[in-house]
């Protein structure tokens, strides 16, 4: 439904000005209104995505001390560690977002908060940005000396590969940056940069967290103590020649 709010001047009748705005109601019972079709009560959705963050992360968390205790080398585990990181923090995130919206009532609209959601990840990102560089330099460095200890072969060149993706990502970032007008404001008006933004900072903080769970998982494998109760040993690149 679209209005036209005319105001008439109490003391000049004949001054006049007309606001023009629309309004839909969902079935849901939900009032949205304006240009950017805001509505009422986002807070609650704010405060509902934290709490649904919150969760997901405690069962990640759970998930990776049970598949600690089997075994530290399960890649299952690693993969719960960084979504509990990863749903953690959009949980804080969004947590913070609601108090501030809930503190400020009225000052923000839906679109802005979200919008402002994606701009803290992203500038977090761009903060974790040289950090990301210089794993990506230690990478291919370690990733060299094991070529000169072994043969060339796609299972060596992994980690020049993940250093690529790193560094390319890092670069997406800065082009995303300067050929998008707006790219860093608070509200940006086009919707597609929005979108952008928001898509590019989730996957590279799902990137990060998954960065720091294989450190993290590294450390408890290094300080892991293997029991002692076998009569075999596995040696790990080696062949078995035809006599056995």
Do not use: W
Request: hydrophobic share 50%; with cysteine; net charge neutral.
């Amino acid at each position: 439904m679209e209005l036209i709010i005319e105001c008439v001047h109490k003391e000049n009748p004949e001054l006049r000005d007309g606001i023009y705005t629309s309004i839909m109601v969902s079935k849901n019972g939900l009032i949205f209104f304006g240009p950017d079709m805001d509505f009422r009560g986002h807070q609650v959705v704010e405060g509902f995505l934290s709490l649904y963050f919150f969760y997901i992360s405690g069962l990640m968390f759970v998930g990776c001390r049970k598949y600690r205790q089997e075994s530290v080398f399960l890649y299952s585990g690693l993969l719960r560690l960084g979504l509990f990181g990863y749903f953690l923090v959009q949980g804080i995130l969004f947590a913070g977002l609601c108090a501030v919206d809930i503190l400020y009532s009225g000052s923000f609209g839906a679109y802005q908060v979200f919008s402002m959601a994606s701009l803290i990840l992203t500038v977090a990102n761009l903060a974790m940005l040289p950090l990301i560089v210089l794993f990506a330099i230690v990478m291919s460095v370690s990733n060299i000396a094991l070529i000169r200890h072994e043969r060339v072969r796609f299972a060596n060149l992994l980690g020049f590969m993940i250093s690529a993706l790193m560094l390319f990502g890092s670069m997406g970032i800065f082009v995303l940056m300067y050929f998008s007008s707006g790219y860093l404001t608070p509200e940006p008006k086009n919707v597609v940069v929005l979108f952008i933004r928001t898509a590019s900072s989730s996957v590279f903080l799902y990137m990060v967290c998954m960065l720091f769970a294989t450190e993290a998982r590294l450390f408890f494998v290094a300080r892991h103590g293997p029991p002692f109760d076998r009569d075999f040993i596995i040696i790990l690149g080696c062949s078995i020649r035809k006599d056995g």
